[in-house]
């Protein structure tokens, strides 16, 4: 996303036109719909007890709703979040991978704010002091215990805080190309609206929601993915492939092959009574002996070759 809006300090949202959508060669794997689904009710879950949370502890009533989920590249993540903004790095044990925790700075000095029995509103955009941190680093902490209550139906996991930085571009959790999901929230903290993200590895929530998989499919969705699948083996079937019938490699010295003229006998290493190689892309998947058809050089598939034992190769 080259164009990523900072409105808000939220993921900005693509429109959703009729035309066709491009396709992202550096994206591959994407989120199936059921995929999305499943993380819309553990991410909303979490969202209740978040706001719940909120509200009892800032002692202002809050909320928080689920904005939206997408599937970005981490350099993509970067480049639309605000800056300043409180990001803290979450390890998600016994899950491999770091995630990430984004506050925007407003919502965490109006969150502050209340716990220091102040009014909330506005609020300036400085680095936290050294009274101020602790305050913050207890509330995230709660906020991920919320976090682990939304997907414990998914994985028992136990998320802890590790750091804590302020600028994401100095913050290097995942390579830039690396594939995450980010869920975006919306936060309300008395009459302060303001954002919060959550950012995903790929790869760490991707084996979690395989195993978790339980799609119930309708007649009509079924026979839509059926036909895309004979769709799809039908193209496969069809696609053109470079053959090659070959003999065994041999090896030979740089000065002989600069000295070949044209009347010079190679010798190959391929006995006469062993049949060539089919491959494809390297892949040895048929054997064949040589022949012609008209006047065209042609080859016969056969049977593999049965690997001889020791005794039946003249060794001992």
Do not use: W
Not at 125 to 141: C, H, Q, Y
């Amino acid at each position: 996303m080259t164009n990523a809006a900072r409105t808000s300090g939220r993921i900005s949202r693509r429109g959703h036109g009729g035309g066709p959508a491009p396709y992202d060669f550096r994206k591959p794997i994407k989120l199936s719909r059921e995929h999305v689904r499943t993380l819309q009710i553990a991410f909303e879950t979490y969202a209740r007890s978040c706001g719940t949370l909120l509200t009892t502890r800032l002692r202002a009533v809050s909320n928080v709703t689920l904005a939206g989920i997408e599937q970005l590249n981490y350099d993509e993540y970067v480049a639309a979040l605000n800056n300043p903004t409180v990001l803290a790095v979450v390890v998600l044990d016994p899950l491999p991978g770091s995630a990430l925790f984004e506050l925007s700075t407003s919502a965490s000095m109006t969150a502050i704010d209340h716990m220091l029995g102040g009014p909330g509103g506005p609020q300036p955009e400085r680095p936290l002091t050294e009274v101020e941190m602790p305050l913050l680093r207890g509330l995230l902490e709660r906020m991920l215990g919320e976090l682990r209550y939304g997907f414990e139906t998914l994985v028992d996991m136990h998320p802890k805080l590790k750091e804590i930085e302020y600028n994401a571009q100095f913050l290097r959790a995942h390579q830039p190309g690396d594939a995450c999901v980010i869920a975006s929230f919306d936060v309300k903290i008395g009459a302060e609206e303001t954002s919060h993200t959550i950012c995903l590895p790929f790869n760490t929530i991707l084996p979690v929601l395989s195993k978790t998989e339980t799609v119930v499919l309708s007649a009509a969705e079924r026979a839509v993915k059926d036909t895309a699948l004979s769709n799809l083996t039908a193209g496969l079937s069809l696609a053109p492939l470079d053959v090659a019938v070959r003999f065994q490699p041999i090896r030979m010295r740089t000065d002989d092959i600069v000295d070949l003229r044209p009347g010079d006998v190679v010798p190959l290493g391929h006995p006469t009574s062993q049949p060539l190689e089919v491959t494809v892309n390297e892949t040895v998947f048929a054997h064949a002996v040589p022949g012609n058809q008209g006047a065209r050089l042609a080859c016969l598939v056969v049977p593999a070759p049965k690997e001889s034992s020791p005794k039946e190769s003249g060794r001992p």
